[in-house]
C-alpha cells in the first residue's frame, strides 16, 4: 500500500536513487555488520552475571560484569565510530530517517552501556540496584537499536555491496 501512496513522489524518488552501498569494509566485507555483535552480545552477558550475582550473591558476578560492561562499551564505541562513518559519508544512508533513528536508539544505548560500567568501576556495591537497572535498560535500547539496525538492511538495503553479476 505504501508502495502505491509514494508512486511518483519526487522525493522518494530521488532518495531511491541514492547510492547505499557500505563505504566502510574490507574486502566487500561492511565493518559495522562484524562489530555490532560484540555489544549486543556484552550488554546481554552484562546483565546475566547481574541476575546470577542478585541469586547467588557469588561476588565472581560482580567482576565479571566489570569486565564485560567494559568491554560493551568498549565495542559499542568502536561499533558506533563505524556507523557514523557510514552514516555522514555515504549520501543514500545520510538521506534517510531510519538511519537517524537507529543512530539516536545506538547512541543512547551506547551512552546507558558507559554508566554501567562506570558505577561499577566507581563501587562494586552498585550492581545491585543500580548496575542491574542500568543492565536492564541497556539491553532494551540493544534490542531498539538492533531491530531498526536490522530494518536498514532488510527493508531499505543499506549497507549491502552488490556487485554487478549479482
Ligand atoms: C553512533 C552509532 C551508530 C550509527 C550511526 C549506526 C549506523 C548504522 C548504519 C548506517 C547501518 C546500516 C548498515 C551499514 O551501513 O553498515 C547500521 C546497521 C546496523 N547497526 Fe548500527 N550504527 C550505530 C551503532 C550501532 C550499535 C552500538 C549497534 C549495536 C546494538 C548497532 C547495530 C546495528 C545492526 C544490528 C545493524 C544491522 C546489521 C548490519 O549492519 O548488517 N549499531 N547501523
Do not use: A
Given at each position: 500500500m505504501n508502495e502505491t501512496r509514494n508512486e511518483g513522489n519526487p522525493v522518494i524518488e530521488t532518495v531511491k536513487e541514492e547510492s547505499v552501498e557500505s563505504a566502510i569494509a574490507v574486502a566487500g566485507h561492511p565493518l559495522h555488520a562484524m562489530t555490532v555483535h560484540f555489544p549486543i552480545a556484552l550488554v546481554i552477558a552484562t546483565l546475566g552475571c547481574d541476575i546470577f550475582y542478585w541469586w547467588t550473591g557469588d561476588l565472581f558476578w560482580v567482576r565479571v560484569s566489570l569486565w564485560s560492561s567494559g568491554f560493551a562499551f568498549a565495542s559499542g564505541v568502536v561499533a558506533g565510530l563505524i556507523g557514523t562513518a557510514e552514516l555522514l559519508f555515504v549520501q543514500g544512508i545520510r538521506i534517510r530517517v531510519a538511519s537517524w533513528t537507529h543512530a539516536v536508539a545506538a547512541m543512547t544505548l551506547i551512552a546507558i552501556a558507559g554508566a554501567n560500567w562506570g558505577v561499577r568501576l566507581q563501587d562494586e556495591a552498585a550492581v545491585l540496584p543500580y548496575g542491574l537497572m542500568l543492565s536492564v535498560l541497556a539491553s532494551i535500547f540493544t534490542g531498539l537499536a538492533g531491530w531498526h539496525g536490522g530494518k536498514l538492511v532488510?527493508?531499505?538495503?543499506?549497507g549491502l555491496i552488490v556487485g554487478p553479476d549479482e
Open positions: 532488510f527493508d531499505h538495503g543499506v
